[in-house]
C-alpha cells in the first residue's frame, strides 16, 4: 500500500498519520486518527496540495467532560448478537457474566456490551442463543464514552467567495443538472462521518438539526450540537453534496436536499468503530435518510475476517444494521478507499488494528472492508480530471460500482470546511459524496424508487469510461475493475439531455497535452457544410490547466487564419477554461481541417485540451 495514502475512504484530517481509510487529501491537516481519508483502508483523502489554504483541525471541544460515572479502566466495547426475539434473554446473559448493556439494537438482535472481564466474551460465546460475540476494539473504550463532551461550535468567518463552476461538477454535469432541479427538500441525506458545521454558511439552509446526532461510541446521543464535526472531513463531504445554491462559496450536487449529520467518529482519535457504525445505521433506517454517505472504513480491522471470532462479529453486526437502513429505504454509498489496492484480490494487511499495534498478516478476499464491501452498499472509486483513475483510489473487479471525481495532484476538490470556510480534499472520501448526491438528484425526480431501484439507477446511467492501458484494469469499457458501471451523471439523474447544436457539429475528444513555454494544435476535420463558416460559428473549448493566465487560445482556419479567442491576463490564477467562444470566420472556407491551438507561455503550470467542437 501506498506510505502516504490509506485505505480509509475518507475521514477526518486528524487521521492523516495513522488512520484508517477516510480521506485521502485534506489539506495540510494534524493527523491524529483513522478517517478514511488518508491511512486507513475504505476511505480517502489524498495529501494536501500545495498552494491549498491550510485546514485548521476543529478546535478542543467546547465542553469539558465531567467525571465519568461507572467508568473503569481497561473497559471494552463488544457486539454481542442475538435472534432478535432472544435480546431480552441476550442483555441478561451479558449483565450475569460481568458485563454492562451500554446500548441495545432490538430489531437486530444486537448489543453493544462494556465489561472489564478479560474472559467476558468467552463466558458469553457458551451462553444458549447467543450467536456471536466479538470485540470492537484492541484498546480501552475512553471514559469520554461515558460522559461525552460536545463538540466546539466554531466561530464563523463570513466569506467573498461567490460561487463559480469547478471541474468536479462540470465532469459530471452537475452545473448542468442545476438548470433541471436542484433536489427535493423532502429528501433527507445523511452525513455518517466526523460531524458537520451546521452553522456553515452553506450548509445552514440545508441542515436538518432534528435528525441529526452523535452516535460516537455507539449510543445515540441528541444534544443540540453533538453532531458537529471532530474535525474537517465531514463537513467537506457535506458540501459536495448539499452546499446551498445561495451565491457564496460552492453548490453540492444536490443543492436543493436536505442534509443530516450522524457522527460517528470519536473526538481525539477520529475512529469510526463497528458499534459507531451500527448506530449511525439504524439511526439512518428509523429517520427516513433516502441516502448515506459513507466515507470511511469501520476500525480498527482495514478488513474484517469471518475466520476471527471478533471480527466475523463484527462483519456481521454491521450487516445486519445495514440491512435494517435498506429495509426501511435508505441507499447506502460508500468510498472504496485510498490505498491503491486490488480490493478483489486481497493479500494482505499491515495497517490493522489502527487503535493500538497494526500487524502484517495474510488475508484473502474473503476478508471485508466494511461498510464498503456489504452487501447492497454502492462502492466508489475516484477519478482526476477527466477520465482516468486518481493514482491513490483502490480498485477491484466486481466490487467497484461506479466512480466519481475524487481529486488527484493539482486537482482536488474544493468544498466547505468548519467555521464558513473552505478548502480542497482529494480521496474516495471526495468521490463518494458526488455519488451520494446524484443519488440524492434520483430520489428527488423518482420518489418511488427502492435503493435496489437506485442502484440499478446509478449503474445505468453513469456513462462508461474504459480501462487505460493498465493490466491491472480488468473487464470491459461497460464494467471493469478501476470504474465499474463508469461515472455517475447528474444530468441524466434529472432527466435532463445536453442542449443539441443547431447546426453541424464537430468535436474532437482526444487529449492534448499542454507543456510548460510551448504551442500545442488540436484538430478537427469538418466536411460537408457548404462554403464558408458562419458569422457565427461557436467554439466550445474544455481545457484543464493550473494557472490560466499562461495561455493564449486561437482558432485556426483551414486556410490559415487566425482567430484569437482569448488571451488571459498573466495575473489570472484561476484553474481551466470551460466556455463558448462565437467568432466571425465568414472569410474562411468551413470544410477542412481547423486547429485549436494553445499556446502556454510560462514555467511552472502545465494542462490538458481536454475536448473541443465547433457548431456551423
Not at 467497484?400 to 473552505?422: F, H, R, W
Amino acid at each position: 500500500m501506498s506510505p502516504l495514502i490509506s485505505r480509509r475512504l475518507g475521514r477526518p484530517a486528524a487521521a492523516f498519520a495513522v488512520l484508517s481509510a477516510l480521506a485521502l487529501a485534506a489539506p495540510a491537516v494534524t493527523a491524529t486518527a483513522a478517517p478514511l481519508t488518508a491511512v486507513a483502508p475504505a476511505a480517502a483523502e489524498a495529501p494536501a496540495t500545495a498552494g491549498v489554504p491550510t485546514v485548521v483541525a476543529a478546535p478542543a471541544a467546547a465542553t469539558a467532560p465531567q467525571a465519568a460515572a461507572g467508568w473503569a479502566a481497561g473497559t471494552r466495547a463488544y457486539l454481542v448478537i442475538s435472534a432478535p426475539a432472544d435480546i431480552a434473554a441476550a442483555k441478561s446473559a451479558v449483565t450475569a457474566n460481568g458485563g454492562t448493556v451500554f446500548a441495545g439494537y432490538d430489531a437486530i438482535g444486537v448489543i453493544v456490551a462494556h465489561s472489564t472481564s478479560a474472559g467476558f466474551a468467552a463466558a458469553l460465546r457458551g451462553v444458549a442463543g447467543i450467536q456471536q460475540v466479538g470485540a470492537t476494539r484492541t484498546s480501552d473504550v475512553p471514559a469520554d464514552a461515558y460522559n461525552p463532551a460536545l463538540p466546539a461550535n466554531p466561530a464563523q468567518s463570513a466569506t467573498t467567495l461567490t460561487e463559480s463552476n469547478r471541474w468536479d461538477m462540470t465532469q459530471i454535469k452537475a452545473d448542468q443538472a442545476w438548470a433541471v432541479s436542484t433536489g427535493s427538500p423532502t429528501v433527507k441525506v445523511g452525513v455518517l462521518d466526523t460531524g458537520v458545521d451546521d452553522q456553515h454558511q452553506d450548509l445552514a439552509p440545508n441542515f436538518d438539526a432534528a435528525d441529526s446526532a452523535s452516535c460516537a461510541y455507539g449510543k445515540a446521543d441528541t444534544r443540540t450540537g453533538a453532531w458537529r464535526d471532530v474535525d474537517t472531513h465531514g463537513t467537506h463531504v457535506a458540501g459536495t453534496i448539499a452546499a446551498a445554491k445561495n451565491g457564496k462559496g460552492v453548490i453540492g450536487v444536490a443543492p436543493g436536499v436536505k442534509i443530516a449529520s450522524v457522527r460517528i467518529a470519536e473526538p481525539t482519535s477520529t475512529l469510526f468503530y463497528a458499534e459507531n457504525t451500527v448506530c449511525g445505521f439504524v439511526w439512518a433506517g428509523d429517520h427516513g435518510f433516502k441516502v448515506t454517505n459513507n466515507s470511511y472504513y469501520t476500525d480498527p480491522w482495514q478488513f474484517n475476517c469471518p475466520d476471527n471470532v471478533d471480527q466475523a462479529a463484527i462483519i456481521e453486526g454491521v450487516r445486519r444494521a445495514q440491512e435494517y437502513a435498506e429495509g426501511k429505504g435508505s441507499l447506502q454509498v460508500a468510498a472504496a478507499g485510498n490505498s491503491n489496492y486490488d480490493l478483489a484480490n486481497k493479500t494482505t494487511d499491515s495497517e490493522s488494528p489502527n487503535d493500538s499495534t497494526p500487524v502484517t498478516r495474510t488475508i484473502t478476499n474473503a476478508c471485508l472492508d466494511i461498510p464498503t464491501e456489504l452487501p447492497g452498499v454502492v462502492t466508489v472509486a475516484a477519478m482526476g480530471s477527466g477520465s482516468v483513475k486518481a493514482s491513490y483510489s483502490n480498485f477491484g473487479k466486481g466490487v467497484i460500482d461506479v466512480a466519481a471525481p475524487g481529486g488527484d495532484g493539482a486537482n482536488g476538490v474544493y468544498s466547505t470546511l468548519p467555521g464558513g470556510k473552505y478548502g480542497t480534499k482529494s480521496g474516495t472520501s471526495m468521490a463518494s459524496p458526488h455519488v451520494t448526491g446524484v443519488a440524492a438528484l434520483l430520489v428527488s425526480a423518482d420518489p418511488t424508487l427502492t435503493p435496489a431501484g437506485l442502484r440499478a439507477r446509478l449503474a445505468g446511467q453513469a456513462n462508461d469510461v474504459a480501462c487505460p492501458s493498465d493490466s491491472r484494469c480488468t473487464g470491459t469499457t461497460a464494467n471493469n475493475a478501476f470504474f465499474g458501471e463508469g461515472q455517475v451523471d447528474a444530468l441524466k439523474a434529472v432527466g435532463g439531455t445536453t442542449t443539441p447544436p443547431t447546426g453541424k457539429y464537430f468535436e474532437n475528444l482526444t487529449d492534448a497535452a499542454i507543456a510548460d513555454n510551448a504551442t500545442v494544435d488540436s484538430p478537427i476535420a469538418v466536411t460537408g457544410v457548404t462554403g464558408n463558416a458562419p458569422a457565427t460559428l461557436k467554439v466550445g473549448v474544455d481545457i484543464k490547466h493550473t494557472y490560466r493566465g499562461d495561455l493564449v487560445i486561437s482558432l485556426v482556419a483551414p486556410d490559415g487564419t487566425v482567430y484569437l479567442l482569448e488571451d488571459f491576463a498573466n495575473n489570472d490564477s484561476a484553474d481551466n477554461v470551460a466556455k463558448t467562444y462565437t467568432v466571425n470566420a465568414s472569410a474562411s472556407a468551413a470544410n477542412g481541417t481547423w486547429k485549436l491551438r494553445v499556446k502556454d507561455g510560462a514555467s511552472g503550470d502545465t494542462g490538458t485540451i481536454d475536448a473541443w467542437n465547433l457548431t456551423f
